[in-house]
């Protein structure tokens, strides 16, 4: 292959990477693509549609999880209470679970009662380049990544409320 052929097919390829890279391959808190542009998605399950450029205006709390993710589901509950103290907060939860029907009961047993959506082909995970869940992106109103989360947290810590308090 010739170094023409090789730059016209990777070319369009080389941006993407680089967008998936900048957002997840830091694995800190703090990834160096916080305050760039949350990358876009609309995703739905048959269920449950999430369009990420119609939460503009609202700052949004996005949870990459999985059922089958003890940490997910250990900080379950503090994320449910949090979307109970600050109803305006946009909380998705984006759940890369395969089948259905386990995804179903879990959220039906737990109560569930924020918005969720199944990504079975992980496209929202690659997407964001995250590698271990969970992985919590805060995204303000204004679509820009400010901070990001890796493990379970305790949504309703004191330092966590005051942040997205002070960001609405």
Known sequence: MTATHFFRR????LPVALTICAVGCDRG???QALTRPAPQFTISDGKETVDL???RGRTVVLNLWATWCAPC????PSLL????QMPSLAIIGVAMDQSDEVYRRFLTDHHVEIT?????????N???GTAQIPETYIIDKNGVLRRKFVNAQNWTSPEITNYLAHLQ
């Open 73 to 76: 589901v250990q900080e379950l």
């Open 126 to 128: 690659e997407l964001y």
């Open 29 to 31: 808190d703090h990834p």
């Open 116 to 124: 969720t959506v199944r990504d079975a082909d992980g496209r929202i």
């Open 10 to 13: 990777y070319a369009l390829a």
């Open 81 to 84: 209470d949090l979307h109970k």
């Open 53 to 55: 450029a119609k939460l």
